[in-house]
């Protein structure tokens, strides 16, 4: 009840008001990042069963990347994304249906079944597995967005495996030299494949778009929150100065790069896992509400599976 002699009652309610829609916030965070995280568990498992066609590369451990960033855009926005793409895509569209059974190489996938793991397109979402390959398109179409005024955000995501690329210096340069309005995330979890960061990269990855005029930040965000704001931060840059961004988030995987070539030390997986994002924000949830949302998700999940195993395989002129 509302103290109404020591409080003042608008306040009050403004202040319950606001306080419901960050616990409905939080939930969707919640929401969204646990699909990810058992997703891609439950694609582990689907490899391992041999139900999988090609590789595949979890994100497990850095779902709050793509959850606080994609957050903030609406389906007139477009992104592109890499190899490991599960999570940005799941963000962007919540579609579980049309990328399980792409990955599984149903006809019903978001591709026909002939895209897979790493190869989407749906939407305004693009992705293909050529590392670096990918960021030069996203400058075309920020370019053809600014001529059209249309207002469109655009975003493309890297790995610091990327950073050998010298596709993206190029990419660099004229998305300072033509002010493009994109957002350049380069998520570092210090590894390229299984190679340490300290032996493929020299100097500070910041120097790198910093040295094309690009406005940067590099930080270790430790909460979906955290990226959420960061985020917004570096919408509202683009939106004002009609120039691109580049944001750096240390981040960190816990499987391997893809399959069975993980050589990390054990202890130093152990000491991200404590600061899991995902953990994190579930113990800042109420216990009945989380249990009802991650019950939905597996539930929904399960659904998927059986409707991709029940679903055709493309037929062969499709994939010929």
């Excluded at 940067?216 to 430790?222: F, G, K, L, N, S």
């Amino acid at each position: 009840m509302i103290d109404y002699v020591k409080q003042d009652p608008i306040a009050a309610l403004e202040q319950r008001r606001l306080s419901t829609l960050a616990t409905a916030r939080l939930e969707q965070f919640y929401r969204s990042m646990f699909l990810i995280r058992y997703f891609e568990e439950r694609v582990l498992e689907l490899f391992s069963e041999g139900q999988l066609f090609g590789t595949t590369h979890a994100y497990i451990g850095q779902e709050a990347n793509a959850v606080g960033l994609l957050s903030h855009l609406t389906r007139d926005d477009i992104v592109f994304s890499n190899h490991r793409c599960h999570g940005h895509y799941l963000a962007y569209s919540d579609d579980v249906d049309g990328l399980l059974a792409e990955i599984m190489g149903r006809e019903s996938g978001i591709c026909g079944g002939k895209g897979g793991s790493q190869h989407i397109c749906a939407g305004n979402f693009y992705t293909n597995g050529v590392l670096g390959g990918i960021v030069p398109c996203a400058a075309g179409i920020a370019l053809a967005e600014k001529q059209k005024h249309s207002g469109a955000k655009v975003i493309v995501f890297i790995g610091d495996g990327a950073l050998g690329e010298g596709v993206i210096y190029e990419t660099f340069n004229i998305a300072a030299l033509w002010s493009l309005p994109m957002l350049f995330v380069v998520e570092n979890n210090f590894y390229a494949q299984s190679t340490p960061s300290r032996l493929q990269l020299s100097g500070e990855i910041a120097a790198r778009p910093q040295a094309f005029g690009i406005e940067t930040v590099q930080c270790r965000p430790a909460s979906v929150e955290d990226v959420h704001g960061l985020a917004g931060e570096a919408w509202a840059y683009i939106e004002h100065e009609r120039k691109p961004f580049c944001l750096i988030l240390d981040t960190y995987r816990f499987c391997p790069h893809s399959k069975s070539d993980d050589h990390r030390d054990s202890a130093e997986i152990a000491a991200w896992q404590a600061r899991d994002p995902l953990r994190r924000l579930a113990q800042q949830l109420n216990a009945d509400r989380r249990n009802t949302i991650e019950q939905h998700v597996r539930a929904r999940i399960a659904q998927a599976v059986e409707q991709a195993r029940a679903a055709a395989f493309p037929a062969v002129p499709a994939i010929t």
